[in-house]
């Protein structure tokens, strides 16, 4: 019985931590799936182009893609899968969504995504990627203003929307990559000022260098360990 037990626990263990190990493949490749922050990413100092030449390194055939479209939003993605993802038969994906469907609610001529439209085609889009024997890396928005203390118009959205990236990658058994929760830290730490952009973004939402160094140290933290 105690035996019984233990294996039960074991069991149970491993598999509640199959969702954040996978092993990346020499001859593997990843597609990083998002928006315009993922479209600049593949520039030379663009976080996916800093993660492909550390990957490089261990992994030389490798193969890594950037398919990121300017405004695009969970629904976009979906619309776009089978086109942009599983045509290229990746092994791994990430996804960089969520910043746009909160920001586009304060965008004149623009929409956001309601939240349970975001869970929803979430967890569609996780789904028929695992159908297709994919890795799925999710990664929550970040941020949209840089100000400390919540001090940003959208934070508590944000907030709302990343954490249903969290529940989507906990019920879907998906690896999570919580950029929302690096991005608060950083922030709160390294904006003396409380500047609304110039420290991990040029205009409160796309990239800087440090913004890009940022991502690429957490994806790689989920990536190569």
């Not at 509640?16 to 100092?45: H, P």
């Not at 990627?129 to 203003?145: A, K, Y």
């Not at 952009?197 to 989920?222: F, M, P, W």
Request: with cysteine; glycine share 6%; hydrophobic share 40%.
């Amino acid at each position: 019985m105690i035996f019984r037990t233990m294996f039960t626990f074991l069991l149970f263990s491993l598999v509640a931590c199959s969702s954040e190990y996978f092993s990346l493949r020499n001859n593997g490749r990843i597609v990083f799936f998002g928006d315009s922050i993922t479209l600049m990413g593949i520039k030379q100092n663009g976080y996916i182009t800093i993660i492909k030449d550390s990957l490089s390194k261990k992994f030389p055939s490798l193969e890594i893609i950037g398919a990121g479209v300017s405004g695009n939003k969970v629904p976009d993605l979906l619309a776009r899968v089978n086109r942009d993802v599983l045509a290229n038969h990746p092994t791994v994906v990430v996804l960089y969504i969520g910043v746009n469907d909160v920001w586009h609610f304060m965008t004149p001529g623009q929409t956001g995504t309601p939240n349970d439209v975001y869970e929803a085609g979430l967890k569609k889009l996780v789904t028929q990627l695992q159908q297709n024997d994919i890795h799925v890396i999710l990664c929550t928005p970040s941020v949209v203003g840089e100000k400390k203390d919540h001090a940003n118009p959208l934070d508590a959205k944000l907030d709302e929307y990343s954490a249903i990236s969290r529940r989507v990658a906990q019920q879907t058994n998906i690896a999570l990559c919580d950029l929302r929760k690096a991005f608060v830290e950083y922030l709160q730490t390294h904006n003396p000022k409380n500047a609304s952009e110039g420290i991990l973004t040029v205009d409160s939402v796309h990239l800087n260098d440090e913004g890009n160094r940022l991502v690429a140290h957490e994806l790689l933290k989920v990536l190569d360990r």
